[in-house]
């Protein structure tokens, strides 16, 4: 996932009736989340979410849900209290029977604070998550009737996340565990403030429910995480954490506008310890303390009314620190274009690095000057997954700290930090034909996904497909052809949007303008073609709902997204 933006237009047949279509299809957020968009200027995040954002469980989520060991509840208490809890059980736990509907085999230890919360009728949150891999992906709805000891969820929404913030952790299960005693207070102890103060990761719940039946309303299951300390407690009764750039959908922060109780749960993951927290929110939109949280937008502060610990709550057990990150020296910056350039790293250590596959990205850590952390970014490999060294390429946002950073201090011989390479926008078959396409700097994966398909020498048919401004916004313009040129079965075209004088059609471009269909249509011409879609969210929104429109299944269609320019 490259955190960064381009605007190539896209457009995948008439705009008017990609609006109409839109306007008749239920907006995935209520009025809160929108009010935050507008305020934020990020509502045109609709037209993706649309796409995203279903009323049902996809296959992959189906698949990834019932392979967890643990998943993350949210879900309110009989006085309304939103509260967020962990529940575990043995492999298969989760079930789902059909894409509506997934079942848990599991129920709160007696003393939770969410012990007999779930009834039918009630609203549930539940949040996917594998630390191992970062990956996450969210469900919301409310409780059906089911079997005595188990919770039977409908589904409202499901929808996955990008692995910002989230810390690696492998996990095991305590060979004999039974829950211990459950303490509650209206304050924190002390032994608690230490705990919190010391987190790198938590979850939090929050909730509307407003007026009618609207798959938007329900409570919500999320992910919180950053370096030790990002939470700190204010005193025995409240406590602040900063909110960074996610992915725009705003759900917790929307919540919070209309309804500011929150919940928040902390695990002592060396003991499966649960610290659960209910309080009321506020928002801090401009703070005049920012600074002392790098890469923070916004600061939240939790009036805390109750605490409850539960020793040994879960069978589960994590290693207290997330794993370790790999030092890299960059050894090599090449300027691909007017606003890309690509940074080249080795090991600090001179030791072999972790093999990645082609579209996976690099999570990375840069030390800005003056800086009192280390911030964090995700950047999608570009290079050949043979080489025997990692290549970003980073566009330059005029606001960006660490993308300037990249482009005006790196040198070769800086040092970052990396954790391993992750990521499941990849090939998934060996043989069948594929299509890439990209806009701007979503071209960083296609060029690895084309360097690895060119290195099988299989001949299978490869369309490589790229929207940007004009030549000189154009990267990796040469070693896409050289590529085509050495493989006859990889066809490429170029659309420029705004081509300047000395572009070339038929030389530097092939089609001046947008992607459309039938641009699409007109160059590909099997209907067994895996699509791979990188780029801004309304880009790969138009194009999705586009392919969908022309026969093509949700199983052939991967889509990788960037954020917004804040980001970088």
């Not at 960083?444 to 929207?467: C, K, N, Q, Y």
């Not at 050495?486 to 949007?497: C, Q």
Request: glycine share 10%.
């Amino acid at each position: 996932m490259n955190m960064t933006n381009e605007t190539a237009p896209i457009s995948n047949g008439s705009r008017e009736s990609s609006r109409t279509e839109a306007e008749a299809t239920p907006s995935p957020f209520h009025a809160g989340e929108q009010a935050v968009q507008e305020r934020l200027g990020v509502r045109d995040i609709e037209d993706w979410a649309r796409q995203v954002v279903r009323g049902c469980l996809p296959e992959q989520h189906r698949e990834f849900h019932t392979a967890q060991p643990f998943l993350v509840i949210a879900a309110r208490d009989r006085a309304g209290r939103p509260w967020a809890t962990l529940l575990d059980g043995p492999e298969g736990f989760v079930t789902s029977p059909d894409p509506l509907r997934m079942v848990l085999a599991s129920e709160p230890p007696p003393g939770d604070a969410l012990s007999g919360a779930f009834v039918p009728g009630a609203d549930i949150g539940i949040l996917g998550i594998e630390l191992e891999t970062r990956r996450r992906n969210r469900v919301n709805g409310c409780i059906g009737p089911g079997a005595a000891g188990s919770i039977t969820v409908n589904v409202a929404q499901s929808f996955g996340n990008c692995p910002q913030y989230i810390r690696e952790r492998r996990w095991r299960r305590a060979p004999t565990s039974q829950p211990g005693k459950t303490k509650r207070c209206a304050s924190l102890t002390e032994a608690q403030r230490v705990w919190i103060d010391t987190a790198d990761t938590f979850f939090i719940a929050s909730g509307y429910r407003g007026e009618g039946d609207n798959p938007a309303f329900g409570m919500d299951a999320s992910h919180r995480g950053g370096d030790r300390g990002f939470v700190r407690t204010l005193d025995g009764g409240s406590l602040r954490f900063p909110d960074y750039a996610g992915n725009n959908h705003f759900n917790t922060v929307g919540n919070l506008v209309l309804d500011p109780r929150v919940g928040l749960l902390f695990v002592d993951f060396e003991t499966g310890t649960l610290l659960q927290v209910t309080g009321e929110a506020s928002i801090e939109w401009d703070p005049a303390d920012l600074a002392v949280y790098p890469g923070a937008r916004r600061l939240i502060t939790v009036r805390i009314h109750e605490a409850v610990e539960t020793r040994n709550a879960i069978a589960l057990r994590w290693d207290a620190n997330a794993e370790s990150v790999r030092s890299l020296r960059l050894s090599e910056k090449i300027r691909e274009s007017g606003d890309v350039t690509s940074l080249v790293f080795e090991a600090r250590d001179g030791g072999p690095l972790d093999q990645f596959e082609a579209g996976q990205h690099l999570p990375i850590e840069v030390v800005l000057p003056d800086a009192p952390a280390p911030a964090r970014r995700t950047y999608s490999l570009s290079g050949a997954p043979a080489d025997a060294r990692y290549r970003i390429s980073v566009k330059r946002e005029p606001k960006g700290l660490v993308s300037r950073y990249l482009h005006d201090h790196a040198e070769p011989g800086t040092i970052i930090d990396s954790r391993r390479p992750a990521g499941i926008f990849t090939l998934r078959c060996s043989t069948c034909p594929v299509v890439l396409i990209g806009a701007g700097v979503g071209i960083t994966p296609m060029i690895s996904l084309l360097h690895a398909i060119a290195a099988e020498d299989g001949g299978r048919p490869v369309w490589f497909i790229h929207a940007v401004r004009d030549g000189r916004h154009h990267p990796f313009a040469g070693e896409v052809r050289n590529l085509a040129t050495a493989h006859p079965d990889i066809r490429t075209h170029f659309a420029y949007s705004r081509p300047r004088s000395q572009d070339k059609r038929g030389t530097h471009y092939d089609s001046e303008g947008r992607i459309t269909l039938a641009v699409i249509g007109a160059l590909v011409d099997r209907a067994d073609a895996q699509y791979f879609l990188c780029g801004p969210p309304a880009f790969m929104a138009g194009l999705e709902r586009g392919l969908g429109q022309l026969g093509v299944s949700a199983e052939q269609i991967h889509v990788e997204s960037f954020g917004p320019q804040a980001l970088s």
